[in-house]
Nanobody, 116 residues
Framework: QVQLVESGGGLVQPGGSLRLSCAAS????????MAWYRQAPGKQRELVAS???????NYADSVKGRFTISRDNAKNTVYLQMNSLKSEDTAVYYC??????????WGQGTQVTVSS
């Protein structure tokens, strides 16, 4: 079964941290670069961070230095460590393959709300 299940979101104060997890089916995960995306209310989904199969990473300028993407190939899981969170990080976060032409069906996402 092809699926992506995101978790770990929640309500956090500005400056706080969260760690998101994405459990992927092997067919989506294995052998592919993976990425985290987010969609804020009224905005288009945007790429946040990506990671290749051998661990090379890239980040959107808006999160560089604050977020860290990682993957556990044995567990078919991608993580996003988010530190120094800002109100503008508030969004629903999703994971999927990095290659937009080969993405699987989107999961339900996990809501991250940064507010005092």
């Amino acid at each position: 079964q092809v699926q992506l299940v995101e978790s770990g979101g929640g309500l956090v104060q500005p400056g706080g941290s969260l760690r998101l997890s994405c459990a992927a089916s092997r067919s989506i995960f294995s052998g592919y670069a993976m990425a985290w995306y987010r969609q804020a209310p009224g905005k288009q989904r945007e790429l946040v961070a990506s990671i290749t199969t051998n661990g090379n990473t890239n980040y959107a300028d808006s999160v560089k230095g604050r977020f860290t993407i990682s993957r556990d190939n044995a567990k078919n899981t991608v993580y996003l460590q988010m530190n120094s969170l800002k109100s503008e990080d508030t969004a629903v976060y999703y994971c999927n393959r990095y290659n937009k032409f080969a993405q699987g069906p989107w999961g339900q996402g996990t809501q991250v709300t940064v507010s005092s």
